[in-house]
Every structure is written in structure tokens, then in C-alpha cells.
Antibody, heavy 119, light 107 residues
Framework: QVQLQESGPGLVKPSGTLSLTCTVSGDSVSSDSYYWTWIRQSPGKGLEWIGYIYFSGSTNYNPSLESRVTISVDTSKNQFSLNLSSVTAADTAVYYC???????????WGQGTLVTVSS | EIVLTQSPGTLSLSPGERATLSCRASQSVISRYVAWYQQKPSQAPRLLIYGASSRATGIPDRFSGSGSGTDFTLTISRLEPEDFAVYYCQHYATSFTFGPGTKVEIK
């Protein structure tokens, strides 16, 4: 059974870069059957898709965040990562990593990690 | 960009009752790429339905999905105490879109 676990700083300063890593177990990020994605949820709000990556390194980002987002994959560590630059308080959210199935649904999720943007 | 609208915003029902949740797309979408999720407080969302009508692994058969074109429905045939939560629909075209959610609360 696949498991995903987010890790990274819980506090980031305004104008800084938010960096998170998702460690995958029970499956391989090198699998050609899945994409790997980041989703966020601001406090008390709905879900917002950030972007996804394929094992080959090809990516697709939310147009509203594209200028600030980079998602990368490290197959040797079975991890994928999120970098979000020039953060503001509006980027404060719980960040989830998830696996995207062939039907473009998110069939496995990490537990989420709260990132607060504050000085 | 496809926009998903969910109704009602809040559904107040009693255990044992039937819940019918609606998800409407701003334009016709491919049913194969419509999914539903359940989220409880302080938990990650959980996939319930994929491909508009297929139950995910381990999901009880009281949950069912239907619909096509612009209108999709999640039905919970008889609410159990653990079903009170927020439900989101989701679609993928060239990007992922989520609806704003329907909260199913205890009446």
C-alpha cells in the first residue's frame, strides 16, 4: 500500500521560498503509471491544485502559480519536491502531496503539513 | 477554464437518511475524469469515486456516483455517523479543478 509523507519547514518568511519534500513508500516515483502532485488548502478553505510531475521530469503547473512554482523528482530517493518562491501570507496553507492515477484522480494522499508564512 | 459548482453548500440530515450532492461544471466535461472526495476535520481528503461512478478501493457501497456532461451527483444511500464530513468533486482537463465543497452535517 502506497504511503506519502510531506516534510519541510513549518514557517517561512514573506518573500522567501517554501520548500517541501514528499517521500513515497510502497510505490516508486519512477512508475510510468502515475503522476505525483501537490495540492494545498488554506485555513478553512477549499482545495487548490499546485502542479504535478511525471517520473521523466515533465511537469504541469496551475497557471495561477506557474511563475513561482517548481516541482522536481528524485528517483534515487523516491521523493518529489515543491518549491514556491516569493511567498506571502496568502500562501499559508496545509500542503498535501498525492498520487495521480490514470483516471486523473488523486488516489493516495499524504497527511498534509501546515506551512505558515510570517515574519 | 472549467469551473465546478457544488450544491447545496451545507446539507443537514440525520443518520439513516439519504444524501444527494450535486456538482455542476461550467461546460461539458469527460466523465472519466470526474472524482469525488470526502474530507473530515484535520484529515487529508479521501478518494471515494473516480470516473464519475466507480467506487475507490474500500469504499462502502452506500456511496455511489452518477452523471455526465455538466451534471454529476454523489449519493449516500443511508448516512452513517462517520459520513458527516465535507465532500469535494474534482475534474481534470489540462489542469485539476475542485468544487468548493458540500458540508454534510448532523441535523
Amino acid at each position: 500500500q502506497v504511503q506519502l509523507q510531506e516534510s519541510g519547514p513549518g514557517l517561512v518568511k514573506p518573500s522567501g521560498t517554501l520548500s517541501l519534500t514528499c517521500t513515497v513508500s510502497g510505490d516508486s516515483v519512477s512508475s510510468d503509471s502515475y503522476y505525483w502532485t501537490w495540492i494545498r488548502q488554506s485555513p478553512g478553505k477549499g482545495l487548490e491544485w499546485i502542479g504535478y510531475i511525471y517520473f521523466s521530469g515533465s511537469t504541469n503547473y496551475n497557471p495561477s502559480l506557474e511563475s513561482r512554482v517548481t516541482i522536481s523528482v528524485d528517483t534515487s530517493k523516491n521523493q518529489f519536491s515543491l518549491n514556491l518562491s516569493s511567498v506571502t501570507a496568502a500562501d499559508t496553507a496545509v500542503y498535501y502531496c498525492a498520487r495521480v492515477s490514470r483516471y486523473y484522480d488523486l488516489d493516495s494522499w499524504g497527511q498534509g503539513t501546515l506551512v505558515t508564512v510570517s515574519s | 477554464e472549467i469551473v465546478l459548482t457544488q450544491s447545496p453548500g451545507t446539507l443537514s440530515l440525520s443518520p439513516g437518511e439519504r444524501a444527494t450532492l450535486s456538482c455542476r461544471a461550467s461546460q461539458s466535461v469527460i466523465s472519466r475524469y470526474v472524482a469525488w472526495y470526502q474530507q473530515k476535520p484535520s484529515q487529508a481528503p479521501r478518494l471515494l469515486i473516480y470516473g464519475a461512478s466507480s467506487r475507490a478501493t474500500g469504499i462502502p457501497d452506500r456511496f455511489s456516483g452518477s452523471g455526465s456532461g455538466t451534471d454529476f451527483t454523489l449519493t449516500i444511500s443511508r448516512l452513517e455517523p462517520e459520513d458527516f464530513a465535507v465532500y469535494y468533486c474534482q475534474h481534470y482537463a489540462t489542469s485539476f479543478t475542485f468544487g468548493p465543497g458540500t458540508k454534510v452535517e448532523i441535523k
